[in-house]
């Protein structure tokens, strides 16, 4: 049924409910897993140093990402793939997905509602407005938010 699933992570706790069921999905299908973080540069300031910043971003979304492989082989998935990339991050998601042909995302959600959601946006909501493919949304546990 599905045979590459993409689970961007920023690392966080919130993301680690995503991973599981994306680790758990890929070993049920025999899928190939594709760990993804977006850094996102937009919000950077033009007047600061970004190479630094940009850099220590870059580190966190390899290491975030490097957990996703070593959880996964724990599980026994083997066929796991990274990626560190630069963009705004529903469209870095969307983007990935169709140059990679993904068959399924899996991400996490905070299960923000009214203001806060719409002050605060949402990478989830637009991926899951905007793809082609399925998403499949996890909340994190409450004891996480």
């Not at 897993?33 to 850099?55: D, F, K, M």
């Not at 990478?123 to 546990?141: F, G, H, N, Q």
């Amino acid at each position: 049924m599905y045979e590459r699933i993409l689970v961007p992570t920023d690392g966080s706790e919130g993301a680690g409910a995503a991973v599981e069921r994306a680790i758990d999905l890929a070993k049920t299908y025999d899928a190939e897993l594709h760990a993804l973080n977006v850094v996102n540069v937009a919000t950077l300031s033009v007047e600061v140093n970004t190479a630094r910043i940009i850099e220590s971003l870059e580190e966190q979304g390899a290491d975030a990402t490097e957990a996703v492989v070593e959880r996964a082989e724990t599980a026994g998935v083997g066929d796991v793939q990274t990626a560190v990339v630069h963009g705004i991050p529903h469209g870095a998601i969307l983007e990935y997905v169709e140059d990679h042909d993904i068959d399924l995302v899996v991400m996490g959600t905070h299960g923000r509602s009214g203001l806060d959601r719409y002050l605060l946006g949402s990478v989830t909501e637009k991926v899951v407005r905007k793809s082609d493919v399925p998403v499949l949304t996890v909340r994190m546990a409450k004891d996480d938010e």
